[in-house]
């Protein structure tokens, strides 16, 4: 099982970032894939979650209306756009597939997880 996530790096406030989490090994379109991400010094939060079944979104609301996530099957992969960027967004963001009924925040359920990528917004 591979869950590899990209895209990461350092932009400017206001700024966009388009993060991918490519996944193998396992049957990904049955699974709901979530975005989690950990600033320094912080918890572990959920960001965003898509459901497998019926492409049901999920969005922390500290995110909302400036992130979208997004599924192609075809390629086993999830994407995070991420608009509008803010130094509160600063953390390292992990992708995890999750296979219970529906988008749960709960990380435990969480079954497979990548090894993350950084962001970084400067003011």
């Known amino acids: 099982v591979r869950v590899v996530e990209s895209g990461g790096g350092l932009v400017q406030a206001g700024d966009s970032l388009r993060l991918s989490c490519a996944a193998s090994?396992?049957?990904?379109?049955?699974?709901?894939i979530g975005w989690f991400r950990q600033a320094p010094g912080k918890e572990r939060e959920g960001v965003s979650c898509?459901?497998?079944?019926?492409?049901?979104?999920y969005y922390a609301d500290s995110v909302k209306g400036r992130f979208t996530i997004s599924r192609d099957n075809a390629k086993n992969t999830i994407y995070l756009q991420m608009n509008r960027l803010k130094p509160e967004d600063t953390a390292v963001y992990y992708c995890?597939?999750?296979?219970?009924?529906?988008?749960?925040?709960?990380?435990?359920?969480?079954?497979?997880w990548g090894q993350g990528t950084q962001v970084t917004v400067s003011s």
């Open positions: 898509i459901n497998s079944h019926d492409g049901s979104t």
């Open positions: 995890a597939a999750d296979k219970r009924g529906v988008c749960n925040w709960r990380q435990d359920g969480f079954e497979y």
């Open positions: 090994g396992f049957t990904f379109r049955v699974y709901n």
